[in-house]
Structures are given as structure tokens and as C-alpha cells.
């Protein structure tokens, strides 16, 4: 079992930056890929990048070069540094852990899930 908490949400002005925190409980953490999706009001769940156990990132395209995932196995801690951030960033954001997968953009693909924290962009 792994429980996952992120920290680091918050109201930024457009062009700003946050760095969001998730702290994962559990021996295994290392062995996970850690996931951060987020979520806009009325919108489905969306993938926004991906760290594998070996340290590869994947990112969607509406994030790429603003966005970066990293990942700190002795502290069981996975961020998620925004940069230049967009009022079309504003969601809910949740990190999520499993094994990786070739549908590792999809939410399914995933076992265990934070509890998200609130990202708001105003322009």
C-alpha cells in the first residue's frame, strides 16, 4: 500500500512558477513511476507527465519545456516544477503511483492516487 500526499498548490499570477511536493509512505517508492495528472472544473482527468523508476520523463505537449518532473527516492518525494505558467493550467493536480506501462498517459494505468491540491493561474 502507498499513500500519496501533495503540497505546493496555490493562486500564482500568469508567467509565475510553483513547485509542487508529493510525499509517498512505503519502502517501494523507488520501484514506482510517479505520475502527476490534473484536473479543470467540468473537464476530464488529464495527463500531464510521468517519472520512471529510472529517472525517464515523459511529458504531454501543452507542458513540454514549462514543466519538469523530478524525483528524490531518499526523501520518497516527487515534484513537479511549473514554470510560465497559463490560466489554462489552472486544475486540480494529482500525483499518482505504479508500475510502469506503455498506457502510462492513462489514469487506469495507475494504483494509487493523492488527494490532489488546488493550482489556480490568474491572468
Known amino acids: 500500500q502507498v499513500q500519496l500526499v501533495e503540497s505546493g498548490g496555490g493562486l500564482v499570477q500568469a508567467g509565475g512558477s510553483l513547485r509542487l511536493s508529493c510525499a509517498a509512505s512505503?519502502?517501494?517508492?523507488?520501484?514506482?513511476?510517479m505520475a502527476w495528472f490534473r484536473q479543470a472544473p467540468g473537464k476530464e482527468r488529464e495527463f500531464v507527465g510521468v517519472?520512471?523508476?529510472?529517472?525517464?520523463?515523459l511529458y504531454t505537449d501543452s507542458v513540454k519545456g514549462r514543466f519538469t518532473i523530478s524525483r528524490d527516492n531518499a526523501k520518497n518525494t516527487v515534484y513537479l516544477q511549473m514554470n510560465s505558467l497559463k490560466p489554462e493550467d489552472t486544475a486540480v493536480y494529482f500525483c499518482?503511483?505504479?508500475?510502469?506501462?506503455?498506457?502510462?498517459?492513462?489514469?487506469?494505468?495507475?494504483?494509487?492516487w493523492g488527494q490532489g491540491t488546488q493550482v489556480t493561474v490568474s491572468s
Open positions: 517519472i520512471r523508476s529510472v529517472g525517464i520523463t
Open positions: 512505503g519502502r517501494t517508492f523507488s520501484t514506482y513511476a
Open positions: 499518482a503511483a505504479g508500475f510502469y506501462t506503455i498506457a502510462y498517459s492513462r489514469a487506469g494505468a495507475y494504483d494509487y
